[in-house]
């Protein structure tokens, strides 16, 4: 091949390539014009270009349309090739773009299963089809924010009845962990650890809006088996919770989806609540039951498939 020959094919432009497979395909030339959009004569100069950068008809006229040369058969596959990877690039490239472009979720959610939902979060393949999630801490102002627009949705333990807003369950967290610090004197019992035994130990809790901000679970189930439960506390924050149970002996509950976390907690200790205990526990409270809170569907910043990987990824969580 003469260098002449070699710059005129390295001078070959992408849409004439595609005009090539097309016809070849179809042996039809008004057909390659429908399909890319453009006039016949753009197709004819393109045609043009490739016979003189191959020096070869490349397609003569027979009654059934255009028919492909032995050198155009031979050239066919190489131009397919170069069209795919072609074509992957582009993927790529607008992949990434709208990557970029994809806004910023702002998501409230209970303190408690903030650590899980990050480390769930963190995976790169659901940040690809989610887009950035930033997570804020459900308070007494979530509500209003999400009205406003401030923040996307959010994740609660408890349904919320507000105008223009959605409440939609997406599961509940039927198992329990306990946690303790890990020379705790429970320990030593378990997993023969009854309620009852439990409200014998200073407990603290996490509020969860809609859940447990009334009254807690175990204070309930105390109430309601007539033990004396005394020391038991409300912590301000995930801080005070954990140095509470650093310092006080205390003892807590968590959902099940923590468990794995609170264990890499230097000097904590986290294990499911026995079976039997949580049947107990579920027959005198209400599981805490986990709703997406969301803006009317208009006023939305994300899409419905955004939508549907969040319920998924709860869903997975709390089951």
């Given at each position: 091949?003469?260098?002449?020959?070699?710059?005129?094919?390295?001078?070959?432009?992408?849409?004439?390539?595609?005009?090539?497979?097309?016809?070849?395909?179809?042996?039809q030339?008004?057909?390659?014009?429908?399909?890319?959009?453009?006039?016949?004569?753009?197709?004819?100069?393109?045609?043009?270009a490739?016979?003189?950068?191959?020096?070869?008809?490349?397609?003569?006229?027979?009654?059934?349309?255009?028919?492909?040369?032995?050198?155009?058969?031979?050239?066919?596959?190489?131009?397919c090739q170069?069209i795919?990877?072609?074509?992957?690039?582009?993927?790529?490239?607008?992949?990434?773009?709208?990557?970029?472009?994809?806004?910023?979720?702002?998501l409230?959610?209970?303190?408690?299963?903030?650590?899980?939902?990050?480390?769930?979060?963190?995976?790169?393949?659901?940040?690809?089809?989610?887009?950035?999630?930033?997570?804020?801490?459900?308070?007494?102002?979530?509500?209003?924010?999400?009205?406003?627009?401030?923040?996307?949705?959010g994740?609660?333990?408890?349904?919320?009845?507000?105008?223009?807003?959605?409440?939609?369950?997406v599961?509940?967290n039927?198992?329990?962990?306990?946690?303790?610090?890990?020379?705790?004197?429970?320990?030593?019992?378990?997993?023969?650890?009854?309620?009852?035994?439990?409200?014998?130990?200073?407990?603290?809790?996490?509020?969860?809006?809609?859940?447990?901000?009334?009254i807690?679970?175990?204070?309930?189930?105390?109430?309601?088996?007539?033990?004396?439960?005394?020391?038991?506390?409300?912590?301000?924050?995930?801080?005070?919770?954990?140095?509470?149970?650093?310092?006080?002996?205390?003892?807590?509950?968590?959902?099940s989806?923590?468990?794995?976390?609170?264990?890499?907690?230097?000097?904590?200790?986290?294990?499911?609540?026995?079976?039997?205990?949580?049947?107990?526990?579920?027959?005198?409270?209400?599981?805490?039951?986990?709703?997406?809170?969301?803006?009317?569907?208009?006023?939305?910043?994300?899409?419905?498939?955004?939508?549907?990987?969040?319920?998924?990824?709860?869903?997975?969580?709390?089951?």
């Open positions: 091949m003469t260098t002449h020959l070699k710059k005129k094919i390295r001078e070959l432009d992408f849409f004439s390539l595609l005009v090539f497979k097309i016809i070849f395909d179809t042996g030339a008004n057909i390659a014009a429908k399909k890319l959009a453009v006039s016949a004569s753009k197709i004819s100069r393109s045609l043009s490739l016979r003189v950068a191959f020096d070869d008809e490349l397609f003569y006229r027979r009654q059934q349309g255009l028919k492909p040369t032995p050198l155009a058969e031979k050239l066919y596959q190489p131009v170069l795919h990877s072609v074509t992957s690039l582009e993927q790529t490239v607008i992949e990434k773009a709208s990557q970029e472009k994809l806004p910023i979720l702002k409230a959610v209970e303190p408690i299963v903030m650590h899980s939902l990050a480390l769930k979060l963190a995976d790169k393949t659901l940040q690809q089809r989610l887009g950035p999630v930033r997570l804020y801490t459900w308070n007494d102002r979530t509500l209003n924010m999400i009205y406003r627009g401030e923040l996307d949705c994740i609660a333990f408890g349904a919320h009845d507000i105008n223009e807003l959605t409440c939609e369950r599961g509940y039927s198992s329990v962990c306990m946690v303790a610090k890990e020379t705790h004197a429970i320990w030593q019992s378990y997993p023969d650890i009854r309620l009852e035994d439990i409200c014998n130990h200073p407990f603290i809790y996490q509020v969860g809006k809609g859940f447990n901000d009334r807690d679970p175990l204070e309930q189930f105390a109430r309601e088996q007539g033990i004396c439960i005394d020391n038991i506390e409300a912590a301000a924050n995930v801080e005070e919770w954990f140095a509470h149970l650093q310092t006080l002996d205390s003892l807590a509950f968590a959902p989806s923590e468990k794995d976390q609170l264990n890499c907690m230097l000097g904590l200790r986290s294990e499911l609540l026995p079976q039997q205990e949580i049947a107990r526990f579920n027959a005198s409270i209400m599981e805490p039951r986990v709703h997406l809170v969301e803006r009317l569907s208009p006023l939305r910043r994300y899409n419905n498939d955004t939508k549907q990987e969040l319920l998924t990824l709860l869903r997975e969580l709390f089951v």
